[in-house]
């Protein structure tokens, strides 16, 4: 346990240092303001499909509440509510007209808590699907646009860089049963809005991982690493979400995401070496 807080930990100083230094090199070789003119067209452009398809996304959002909270068969509320709506209720109490009015507001104000439980993760869940859309649209042209002068500025920084020695590549799991892990994980209550939250945060990052890795890596390097950074991948996908909120910096989000990712894979950390090289 001590050994996996630990990982976690060094994940969350090597996204920090990697945001860093993409923030650093984002100054270069007009990224910056490459990023910024194709950030505020994204955000435009995201601002405008809210408005005329608002219904659809409240009601996706909602949707997420529900799978992340009961599951997907929504189970766990009807069953919840059914429990409360019953109530305590005994043979000494079928008479009391006081204690049955207790009763029904003892379950009323937990129906109420469930509600506002599953409003606000609703809410939640409305501003993420927004964030993540932004970025992953933000993120189809920087193959031409902002990775490959990334990949270059990176590679100033790493002059002796060589691959990581000793990523074997694991055996991978069929893609079937990748998929169906996924779809019985979110069954599980709560447990899938865990999966939810940390498939969206890392999603953009995982999608640009590859690409920045061409040339660089092989297949099987890209995996094996990939595998092994994924507590990094994650820390780094929530900071990037974060920077949204940033004034200024949000404009720069395309650009940071490429020059992030390209110096995680270059620094090469892994959470089975929980030794952090420096460059």
Not at 71 to 94: E, R
Not at 115 to 133: H, N, P, Q, S
Not at 188 to 196: E, G, S, T
């Amino acid at each position: 346990m001590t050994q996996i807080l630990q990982a976690w930990l060094l994940a969350w100083r090597e996204a920090f240092t990697c945001v860093g230094l993409g923030l650093r090199d984002a100054r270069h070789a007009g990224l910056w303001w490459r990023s910024a003119l194709w950030c505020m067209a994204v955000v435009a452009l995201w601002l405008g499909v809210y408005s005329y398809f608002g219904r659809f996304f409240v009601e996706l959002s909602a949707m997420l509440a529900l799978v992340s909270v009961t599951g997907l068969l929504g189970l766990g509320v009807m069953d919840g509510v059914g429990t409360l709506a019953n109530g305590p209720a005994t043979l000494s109490q079928m008479g009391n007209i006081a204690g049955s009015l207790g009763s029904a507001a003892k379950a009323l104000l937990s129906i109420g808590q469930i509600a506002l439980a599953l409003l606000a993760l609703a809410a939640f869940f409305y501003v993420i699907v927004f964030i993540v859309g932004a970025i992953g649209t933000a993120r189809l042209p920087l193959r031409c646009l902002l990775l490959g002068r990334a990949k270059t500025v990176a590679a100033r920084r790493y002059a002796n860089w060589q691959a990581p020695a000793g990523l074997d590549a694991p055996a991978a799991r069929p893609a079937w049963r990748r998929r169906l892990l996924l779809l019985l994980s979110l069954l599980i209550p709560l447990w899938a809005m865990c999966v939810l939250i940390s498939y969206l945060l890392a999603w953009n990052v995982q999608m640009i991982y590859s690409a920045a890795a061409e040339e660089v890596l092989g297949a099987e390097q890209q995996a094996a690493l990939r595998r092994e950074q994924r507590p990094a991948i994650f820390a780094l996908g929530l900071l990037l979400c974060l920077l949204m909120f940033v004034p200024v910096l949000n404009l720069l989000l395309p650009a940071l995401l490429c020059t992030s990712v390209c110096h995680l894979q270059r620094r090469g950390w892994r959470a089975t070496d929980t030794s952090i090289k420096v460059e």
